[in-house]
DNA sequence: TTCGTTGCAAATGTTTTGCACCTGA
DNA sequence: TCAGGTGCAAAACATTTGCAACGAA
């Protein structure tokens, strides 16, 4: 059951998504892909999300502000996001898997996967605060 | 400007959160504190949970999965999600503020806080997939 | 032909907000 | 007194869903 069929909405959205260096919400990927699909709707650029996103194909990033972001990034990393303008930034930093070993070790679940979220001010609304 | 007024459906929120240990959503709380003050609004508990998490009184944790959750544990610690029945759970595990560094070296904005969300399943739900 | 996919719109679930009244300092 | 807090209800958002028509295999 529920063998995945092609639609060139849904490749559209994930070329879209996987091009993009940026992390935009649902809302504007439906209003860039609306620009060669112009009847595509919100609800098929939410099904789809989902969809890609369970496939791995891209990484879906809840915050607790507003709408959530996602990211068409391939390999593995972490995110900081600003506490003042909210921007999602992908970090170049080394790999800390083992934390998930760390983790697993006083928990009698079983763990496979982790997100890391960093928070601060980043560059540019350091710069807008000495202006004050 | 904006000083803090003592008001007892405040204290009652804080006590409430800091004294359970499951994650409960605002609504959870909204249901207790409403036993001991039956007029209470869902606004009001929302509008005191904002207030106490900027306060660091108390922890807001956004999931992908349905209602933001509050945890009133007051030593810093990480949790870990259930992907299956979306149960979240305190960790106990060694300390790893160490990784702020390391996402800081390549990084031209100030990091100074992060939250990390473990996933997999827990105890009970792969219990239950082996019985099916 | 079959069954996943789409567009549309309505519904849902969560959180925020405007406002008149209440209350702590 | 008076700024902050509250209850209530409506609004704002983000996301999901039912359904008839469409399209890929």
């Known amino acids: 059951m529920g063998a995945l ?9 994930k070329e879209l998504v996987q ?14 892909v609306r620009q060669i699909y112009p009847n595509i709707s919100l609800g098929t650029v939410y099904r789809n999300l989902s969809v890609l996103a369970d496939m791995g194909e891209i990484i879906k990033i809840s915050t607790s502000e507003g709408a959530d972001r996602f990211d068409g990034r391939r390999s593995p990393h972490n995110h900081f996001i600003c506490r003042q303008c909210h921007k999602v930034i992908d970090l170049e930093m ?39």
Chains 1, 2 share one sequence.
């Open 5 to 13: 069929k092609y639609s060139r909405q849904r490749e559209s959205i």
């Open 19 to 32: 091009s993009r260096k940026d992390h935009p919400t649902a809302d504007m990927i439906y209003e860039s």
């Open 94 to 132: 080394e790999n800390i898997d083992y934390i998930m070993e760390k983790a697993g070790k006083n928990f009698a679940g079983d763990i496979d996967s982790y997100k890391v979220h960093f928070f601060g001010l980043c560059r540019e609304c350091i710069k807008n605060k000495k202006n004050d």
